[in-house]
């Protein structure tokens, strides 16, 4: 089992930037396809962002795309996750996952963190 931990998140003006982390346990971390997806009270959980195991392949949700950047260093076993130009509607509580294929689905991945809020405000 992989355990993550996310951090970075906090209380941002809007325009502003962050960058969250997310920490990964384990010797087996380079192969797992890795994503991103937030949730906010009474709304499903969304995607965000995924990277495959390689780092050569990303994805990003459309309300992110141009503004967020997913990357990884898999030999200090973190994936980060810029993000610029923030805006209201973007708070949220962040969720690491790490998964066996990069996928846009929550269900496709197999481990997930504890979460970190993130708050924009205007």
């Known amino acids: 089992q992989v355990q993550l931990v996310e951090s970075g998140g906090g209380l941002v003006q809007a325009g502003g930037s962050l960058r969250l982390s997310c920490a990964a346990s384990g010797r087996t971390f380079a192969r797992y396809a890795m994503g991103w997806f937030r949730q906010v009270p009474g709304k499903e959980r969304e995607f965000v962002a995924a990277?495959?195991?390689?780092?050569?392949?990303?994805y990003y949700a459309d309300s992110v795309r141009g503004r967020f950047t997913i990357s990884r260093d898999n030999a200090k076993n973190t994936m980060y996750l810029q993000m610029n130009s923030l805006k209201p509607e973007d708070t949220a509580v962040y969720y690491c996952?790490?998964?066996?294929?990069?996928?846009?689905?929550?269900?496709?991945?197999?481990?997930w963190g504890q979460g970190t809020q993130v708050t924009v405000s205007s």
């Open positions: 990277i495959s195991w390689s780092g050569g392949n990303t």
């Open positions: 996952a790490a998964g066996l294929s990069t996928s846009y689905y929550n269900s496709d991945y197999d481990f």
